[in-house]
């Protein structure tokens, strides 16, 4: 699929140009993923329907699954925090790494972003497209896997193994999700509630 290799390309460059002082992170990943969804809506009207259907369909019980889901993913990192700091000699450089990522930016600008386009913008393209399409034409199984190993890989692009090693178990929970419950609405709750408590009200650095 094209848009997936386009994908690729933009995130990739965007994490190897960020390490190499490139354009601000947070505007260029929201444009990315700005420009992926515009272009997907162009093409797969019946995309936006589906996601309109999903949100209409049992809306607060999907708000309180994927609040809790949030809250299972955040002690899942939490946890891992702890052990990776005692186990690896790398995680702290790794972490701090990771939260490098704010830069200059401020936490309103970053919280207005998670809120209104990159949470829900990666949830909807990696899973509610990518994933759900991949699943529709090779497999469930396949295609959840196919969708989590790319959204891990295109990590690599930051050289930061720790931030490779989070891509790859939120891309596995959060697919997982999708696999699971079919609903591109829990995913959107649980990936942007999470977003906002990692990097904003409860970092681990």
Known sequence: MRIALVAIVLFVSLFIFTRHG??????SMAAIIAGLLIIIGIKDP???QALAADFRDRLPVKIFIGLAAAAGLYL???????????LFPFAEMGISGVYAYKGQASAIRIAVLMLAVIGPGEELFWRGYLQHRWQVEISP?????????IYTAVHLGSANIMLVLAAA?????WGFLYYRFRSITINVVS???WDIAVFLLFPFA
Not at 169 to 173: I, K, M, N, S
């Open 76 to 86: 899942v990192f939490w946890i891992g925090n702890l052990l990776a700091r005692q």
């Open 141 to 149: 199984v396949k295609g959840y896997l196919l969708a989590t190993l």
């Open 169 to 173: 178990v939120c891309g596995l929970f």
């Open 191 to 193: 990936h942007t509630v």
């Open 46 to 48: 019946g995309w936006r």
């Open 22 to 27: 490139g354009p601000d992170f947070w505007w």
